[in-house]
């Protein structure tokens, strides 16, 4: 357990968040200035020193919530707009990929290993823009001091994934089956064999924790190409993940504390509005427009930011401003890339909080 | 050999936590109680010995504090001294202890938290009842707590801190076999894989120090003077607890271990039977009785008990 997982947290969502945008863009046909404008926008958004600086500060996770607002304004911090149905999908799909890699690791440490993927293959989408470059670059300088093992995890409720029982052990790890037996001068006195029921091969050598190098570990790259594009038809636990999810809809003690924390991380997110002549344009996580439509109809009540029941106590003052932010949080309608002053104006309430 | 048996729901899932089962066989009722933590709640469970009837109760975590009551549990374990049972909650703000049913909490310690966060979480982890009346609990700073617990009532108290350890504390066991010719009472193990042998008292005195290897140990035993230690390679080690001697070696896994059991009356540690839950990340697991007829696992993620029993 660590106090330092919300950045490796965030970097790991954050980058299976731009694989998917990333495949979408491609898959809809935005022009290629268009698509280079988003990606740029959101990373630089991603990777900006302030808010980068609040991110790293030890401190104790968000709640889920919390979290999704904060993805919730990286993935509109460009022209792109989702509608909340295609954003529940791009997050359950974050989500849940980036728990496969979690639960699939081999040790704690690969972690690091798994986010240092992320962070090569975010530099490779900014590598003709410099300054964005450099500014990814001192994130992945930050990544390599935080050594610490993160042994918790977020919990979602997700099908099970597939653990294999054959293949390379991790490193550092011998193939289970031998027991030996030592004398008091410490001489092998025996060697007994067992079966392990497994179908393991000795390890692979150890990925590179350098700024470059090969991490040996697959987990963390783009799973996402022309020949497997995101899945974008509605079948069995994907149609349904959003609605299983159970949200806690009692009270928590620490809804202002976690408000405050939020506004001082939003603070550091800089967005961009839409310049006058640049036109928005909505991107789609689903196959055609009917099945988004169809998933935001059956989309759950609770997952609507509506139960933020913040009961706020005592202070009158701070009451009405976490009231207007309620009422900002309220807003379930697509944002249209016309009126974005609405997000900007709750911004603004944020730093001035 | 063992075969598996129907398993035993449980309210929420499993954590992925070290030992994250608990298991306490109550014998003149034929019942046997189980306790597994998901996140801020303990999961108890009451099943009778075939597994068939059981009743459910979840243990929110009541702390100190109430307005910081969201801290995580780490471990839930239930301690048997000669004159009570109590359940032992180790959690990111202190440890809790109740009357083993989980009614009434009898006492409450708070850990020390830095006024300012550090990189290093605080939490405690690791907990065992040593002989007569001690119950020792581990802390992320490397201190292992003594408390003293009176035979009844609620006047428990911190009577020695013990300093050796320099990585936070993973698990902590005591003397399973019932011996008391066996010098080591305790064993403490950490993030280190540095393992330290004690022995109980008025004041507790260090026997030995076995160092360990570069990979956590999250899993020990301690079984007629004999440590048996479950590390992070997948490796079992056995070592002689006052000598260090390293006695046996065994390859036991492909992935980290969570946790290890020792089923004491059985005098023996051989490989005897192998398993593999699909797909799921074993995080718990206990023999149900001292003569290893049955025992039982977690898994991460996982609502339920499985049960294995001998044939």
Same mark, same amino acid.
């Given at each position: 357990m660590s106090t330092r997982t919300l950045p490796l947290l965030f970097i790991n969502l954050g980058g299976e968040m731009l694989y998917i945008l990333d495949q979408r863009l491609r898959a809809q046909n935005i022009p290629a200035d268009k698509a280079k404008k988003v990606m740029n926008d959101i990373i630089t958004t991603m990777f900006n020193k302030k808010f980068l600086e609040e991110l790293f500060k030890p401190q104790e996770l968000y709640s889920k919530k919390a979290l999704r607002t904060v993805f919730d304004r990286l993935a509109h911090a460009s022209i792109m707009r989702l509608n909340q149905a295609s954003m529940d999908k791009l997050y359950d799909l974050m989500t849940m990929a980036f728990k496969y890699q979690v639960l699939l690791c081999p040790r704690p440490k690969d972690i690091l290993l798994v986010s240092f993927n992320h962070m090569d293959a975010i530099r490779d989408f900014v590598k003709d823009t410099p300054s964005i470059l450099s500014q990814v670059d001192e994130t992945n300088k930050q990544l390599i001091e935080v050594s610490i093992f993160l042994k918790d995890k977020v919990q979602n409720s997700n099908g099970r994934f597939v653990l294999p029982t054959s293949g390379p052990v991790p490193y550092g790890t011998h193939t289970p089956g031998l027991m030996r037996m030592f004398s008091c001068s410490g001489e092998e006195v025996r060697r007994m064999q067992f079966r392990d029921g497994g179908n393991y091969n000795a390890a692979l050598r150890e990925g590179s924790f350098?700024?470059?190098?090969?991490?040996?570990?697959?987990?963390?790259?783009?799973?996402?190409?022309?020949?497997? @594009?995101?899945?974008?038809?509605?079948?069995?636990?994907?149609?349904?993940?959003?609605?299983?999810?159970?949200?806690?809809?009692?009270?928590?003690?620490?809804?202002?504390?976690?408000?405050?924390?939020?506004?001082?991380?939003?603070?550091?997110?800089?967005?961009?509005? @839409?310049?006058?002549?640049?036109?928005?344009?909505?991107?789609?996580?689903?196959?055609?427009?009917?099945?988004?439509?169809?998933?935001?109809?059956?989309? @759950?009540?609770?997952?609507?930011?509506?139960?933020?029941?913040?009961?706020?106590?005592?202070?009158?003052?701070?009451?009405?401003?976490?009231?207007?932010?309620?009422?900002?949080?309220?807003?379930?309608?697509?944002?249209?890339?016309?009126?974005?002053?609405?997000?900007?104006?709750?911004?603004?309430?944020?730093?001035?909080? | 050999?063992?075969?598996?048996?129907?398993?035993?729901?449980?309210?929420?899932? $499993?954590?992925?936590?070290?030992?994250?089962?608990?298991? #306490?066989?109550?014998?003149? /009722?034929?019942?046997?109680?189980?306790?597994?933590?998901? $996140?801020?709640?303990?999961?108890?469970?009451?099943?009778?010995?075939?597994? *068939?009837?059981?009743?459910? /109760?979840?243990?929110?975590?009541?702390?100190?504090?109430? $307005?910081? %009551?969201?801290?995580?549990?780490?471990?839930?374990?239930?301690?048997?001294?000669?004159? /009570?049972?109590? *359940?032992?909650?180790?959690?990111?703000?202190?440890?809790?202890?109740?009357?083993?049913?989980?009614?009434?909490?009898?006492?409450?310690?708070? #850990?020390?938290?830095?006024?300012?966060?550090?990189?290093? $979480?605080?939490?405690?982890?690791?907990?065992?009842?040593?002989?007569?009346?001690?119950?020792?609990?581990?802390?992320?700073?490397? %201190?292992?707590?003594?408390?003293?617990?009176?035979?009844?009532?609620?006047?428990?108290?911190? %009577?020695?801190?013990?300093?050796?350890?320099?990585?936070?504390?993973?698990?902590?066991?005591?003397?399973? %076999?019932?011996?008391?010719?066996?010098? +080591?009472?305790?064993?403490?193990?950490?993030?280190?894989?540095l393992l330290c042998v004690w022995k109980s008292g008025e004041d507790f005195q260090l026997l030995n120090k076995i160092p360990g290897f570069d990979?956590?140990?999250?899993?020990?035993?301690?079984?007629?003077?004999?440590?048996?230690a479950g590390y992070g390679t997948g490796q079992i080690r056995l070592y002689e607890a006052v000598t260090g001697i390293l006695h046996a070696e065994v390859n036991a896994h492909a992935r980290w271990i969570y946790s290890l059991d020792i089923a004491p009356f059985t005098g023996l540690i051989e490989h005897m039977y192998n398993e593999c839950v699909t797909d799921t990340q074993i995080c718990g697991a206990?023999?149900?009785?001292?003569?290893?007829? +049955?025992?039982?696992?977690?898994?991460?993620?996982?609502?339920?008990?499985?049960?294995?029993?001998?044939?």
């Amino acid at each position: 357990m660590s106090t330092r997982t919300l950045p490796l947290l965030f970097i790991n969502l954050g980058g299976e968040m731009l694989y998917i945008l990333d495949q979408r863009l491609r898959a809809q046909n935005i022009p290629a200035d268009k698509a280079k404008k988003v990606m740029n926008d959101i990373i630089t958004t991603m990777f900006n020193k302030k808010f980068l600086e609040e991110l790293f500060k030890p401190q104790e996770l968000y709640s889920k919530k919390a979290l999704r607002t904060v993805f919730d304004r990286l993935a509109h911090a460009s022209i792109m707009r989702l509608n909340q149905a295609s954003m529940d999908k791009l997050y359950d799909l974050m989500t849940m990929a980036f728990k496969y890699q979690v639960l699939l690791c081999p040790r704690p440490k690969d972690i690091l290993l798994v986010s240092f993927n992320h962070m090569d293959a975010i530099r490779d989408f900014v590598k003709d823009t410099p300054s964005i470059l450099s500014q990814v670059d001192e994130t992945n300088k930050q990544l390599i001091e935080v050594s610490i093992f993160l042994k918790d995890k977020v919990q979602n409720s997700n099908g099970r994934f597939v653990l294999p029982t054959s293949g390379p052990v991790p490193y550092g790890t011998h193939t289970p089956g031998l027991m030996r037996m030592f004398s008091c001068s410490g001489e092998e006195v025996r060697r007994m064999q067992f079966r392990d029921g497994g179908n393991y091969n000795a390890a692979l050598r150890e990925g590179s924790f350098e700024m470059y190098g090969d991490r040996v570990i697959k987990l963390g790259t783009n799973m996402y190409s022309v020949s497997r @594009p995101v899945e974008t038809h509605m079948s069995g636990t994907s149609k349904n993940s959003s609605q299983h999810t159970k949200v806690n809809t009692t009270p928590n003690p620490l809804a202002k504390e976690e408000l405050n924390l939020l506004a001082r991380l939003m603070g550091g997110l800089e967005v961009q509005k @839409p310049a006058g002549t640049d036109s928005g344009f909505r991107v789609n996580l689903f196959a055609t427009d009917e099945e988004e439509e169809e998933a935001l109809i059956s989309r @759950p009540d609770e997952l609507s930011y509506e139960v933020l029941n913040i009961q706020a106590t005592k202070d009158k003052q701070t009451n009405a401003e976490l009231a207007k932010i309620m009422g900002e949080f309220g807003e379930t309608g697509e944002p249209s890339p016309s009126s974005s002053s609405k997000g900007d104006d709750l911004l603004a309430m944020m730093d001035g909080l | 050999m063992y075969h598996k048996e129907k398993s035993i729901p449980i309210k929420s899932s $499993a954590s992925a936590l070290y030992n994250n089962l608990s298991v #306490l066989r109550i014998a003149p /009722r034929c019942l046997t109680y189980f306790t597994v933590v998901h $996140a801020n709640v303990v999961n108890m469970v009451s099943a009778s010995w075939d597994g *068939l009837n059981y009743s459910h /109760r979840q243990l929110q975590s009541k702390e100190g504090n109430v $307005a910081t %009551s969201s801290s995580l549990i780490m471990q839930a374990a239930w301690c048997v001294l000669p004159s /009570r049972d109590l *359940l032992v909650l180790t959690s990111q703000k202190g440890i809790q202890m109740y009357e083993s049913d989980g009614s009434i909490m009898v006492y409450w310690h708070a #850990l020390d938290t830095p006024e300012t966060p550090t990189a290093k $979480a605080v939490f405690a982890q690791g907990i065992s009842a040593v002989r007569e009346k001690h119950i020792c609990v581990g802390v992320s700073s490397g %201190s292992v707590l003594v408390f003293d617990v009176p035979s009844k009532g609620s006047n428990i108290t911190l %009577s020695e801190v013990l300093e050796e350890h320099k990585e936070a504390i993973t698990d902590m066991a005591s003397e399973c %076999s019932g011996s008391l010719e066996c010098i +080591a009472d305790l064993v403490s193990a950490d993030d280190s894989g540095l393992l330290c042998v004690w022995k109980s008292g008025e004041d507790f005195q260090l026997l030995n120090k076995i160092p360990g290897f570069d990979t956590s140990c999250s899993s020990v035993k301690l079984w007629k003077g004999t440590v048996i230690a479950g590390y992070g390679t997948g490796q079992i080690r056995l070592y002689e607890a006052v000598t260090g001697i390293l006695h046996a070696e065994v390859n036991a896994h492909a992935r980290w271990i969570y946790s290890l059991d020792i089923a004491p009356f059985t005098g023996l540690i051989e490989h005897m039977y192998n398993e593999c839950v699909t797909d799921t990340q074993i995080c718990g697991a206990k023999f149900c009785d001292g003569d290893g007829y +049955a025992f039982a696992v977690t898994g991460y993620d996982l609502s339920e008990i499985i049960r294995y029993t001998q044939a």
